[in-house]
């Protein structure tokens, strides 16, 4: 059992497809209820059939609505993807207060009231994974060496530096179910997807959506003896 936000499109609708592909019950979940049932139509006519849900990430009532349901069918999820995300284009000292509130929403705040709503869930599951959606321009070592991201990364402080955090809270939820004898069996990894072709890069990036869900994918599907509290790309680890 897989919940995928942000999954009406793009690499979410990948995602979901590619966990679908591998056996997965894939709960399709999306802000808006008619492009999700339309995102699950599409795969569905394509031979997955996955279950659209509506949840908004900033909405902790329709977050604690979908963990009650999948209680209810389900007793437990197995796999968890924050994929849900937001961006706003502007140079850093043009960037307001209110973009970086409206990026912190949606990219981290939403991601601690998905994961704190579905934490009693994935503790039932026998092999739970959480999958954090981040973004290579979100490494602070890759940004201050100079690193070409491509794209408008020069125009995204309050996207990368949201991702920025995202990965932090990675680090932060992977040392405490460590620490947790009810909740040590999660693993918790940030992934990112690279320049992919995507609504939020108009789709000018250099990737598809197949290959930037990959590494979503592949971390989603961890086996026991695999990482946590770690920063990936479909190549290996990604520096801080």
Do not use: C
């Amino acid at each position: 059992m897989a919940l995928v936000t942000g999954a009406n499109k793009g690499l979410g609708k990948e995602t979901a497809r590619q966990l679908a592909a591998r056996g997965a019950t894939v709960v399709l979940a999306s802000r808006d209820a008619e492009r999700g049932e339309a995102a699950a139509a599409e795969l569905a006519a394509a031979g997955t059939k996955p279950i659209p849900v509506r949840l908004d990430v900033t909405d902790a009532d329709s977050v604690q609505e979908v963990a009650d349901a999948l209680d209810a069918e389900y007793g437990r999820l197995d796999v968890l993807v924050n994929n849900a995300g937001t961006v706003i284009d502007q140079r850093a000292e043009r960037t307001t207060t209110a973009e970086m509130r409206q990026n912190y929403e949606v990219n981290v705040f939403g991601v601690v009231t998905v994961i704190h709503a579905m934490l009693p869930l994935l503790s039932k599951s026998a092999a739970p994974r959480i999958v954090n959606v981040s973004s290579t321009t979100a490494s602070l070592s890759l940004t201050s060496g100079g690193t070409d991201f491509g794209g408008d990364a020069d125009l995204r402080m309050a996207y990368s530096s949201s991702k920025a955090a995202l990965n932090m809270l990675t680090i932060q939820y992977a040392k405490a179910f460590g620490d947790s004898d009810a909740l040590s069996h999660i693993k918790i990894n940030s992934a990112t997807p690279g320049y992919t072709a995507t609504d939020m890069t108009n789709h000018r990036g250099t990737r598809t959506v197949a290959e930037g869900a990959r590494v979503i994918v592949d971390l989603a599907t961890l086996t026991d003896d695999g990482p946590t509290g770690g920063f990936f790309n479909d190549q290996g680890i990604v520096p801080w």
